[in-house]
């Protein structure tokens, strides 16, 4: 995939504006790729083509399409190899046999073959017991996931008309996406909420293929409601005689591997330093809790005022707020400014 959007976006610097369409299509070239291949495996079945028919059309009902392709090449360029030599182990059951291109045999690789443990060389063949293993030294099933051209050489010799069981991964097959049925254990060597959590998803892909069956008919999916309901009320009894009967541990062992939660660790700083809004002041009295708005203080000389004009006097209480604190300069002790702006205070007099 990284090559695959390497190759889309190109080299150079861009801008996102531009980036963020191409990543658009790239991935849904992608998806449309992979609906494609899927619908040929699923619903198609290639021609046979190579001397190799019997290997070939194993190959085709097995693998995937795309699979399928790399394995299609390998048999054509098994018809290009020639043996150099053969060594066989009666004692460890075994064979080496070395090979090499044609015109080019300087270039020899060796597959080691097991006929299988437990059995004979007839019975290695036909897959009776255990499943002959083959091992090249160019490793390409060890990365790629495919056997080998060299492999398939080794298989013409034997008389082999299908891949080994040991040659073929469940990651590049037909059923790859197919539940497989696990068994679990007890729960005595397996932590307890790792062995609730795989029960849990065993029993969902389960669920989930028997709900999209159900949903297509009416009658299929009041009779599964009516089944879920009936089920759950059974197992929720079950759940609860069993927490009677066993006592839970308060801090139980933990010998799995259980992806949980990350701890909650304390913030950088002062945790004891209380954050939050300033508390309201009043501006006229100082009061905490209110401000000038409800102050009663300044109510009250505004009642006080009122009535003294209504009487007729001429000179009222005044409403205004306190006068507030001089400060004075630190270097002349001048009142109104501080020493920090001592160049905008007023010119001292003369008679200072």
Known sequence: MNNFVKDTLGA?????????????????????????DD??????FPVIETH????????ASTYTYDVYKWVKKEIMKEKFLVTKGFQAAAEDDHSVHKMANFKRQQYVHEVVYYYGRLTTYEEALEEAVLPPIMVCTCNMF?????PCRHMFMLMKQENMSKIPRSLIMKRWTRNAGSVCDIEYPDGQNMDKEALEVSRFG??????NRMCSYASKTTKGYSMLKKEIARLTSLIEGLVKDSEQVHVCDPQPERT???????????????QNQETGRRPITCSYCKGAGYNIQSCGERKEKEREAAAHQSV?????????????KVYHCGKCNGPGHIARSRKNAPAPSNSE
């Open 12 to 36: 150079g610097k861009k801008k996102m504006v531009d980036i963020v369409p191409q990543m658009d299509r790239a991935h849904m070239r992608l998806r449309n790729n992979q609906v494609r």
């Open 39 to 44: 619908f040929n495996t699923m619903n198609s």
């Open 52 to 59: 190799l028919e019997d290997l070939e059309g194993h190959a």
């Open 142 to 146: 060890q990365y790629k996931g495919v």
């Open 202 to 207: 065993v029993l969902t892909s389960d669920c």
């Open 256 to 270: 799995g591997c259980v992806i949980r939660d990350p701890v909650v660790v304390k913030k950088k700083g002062n």
């Open 312 to 324: 007729g006097e001429d000179n009222p209480p005044s409403v205004s707020t306190p006068a507030k």
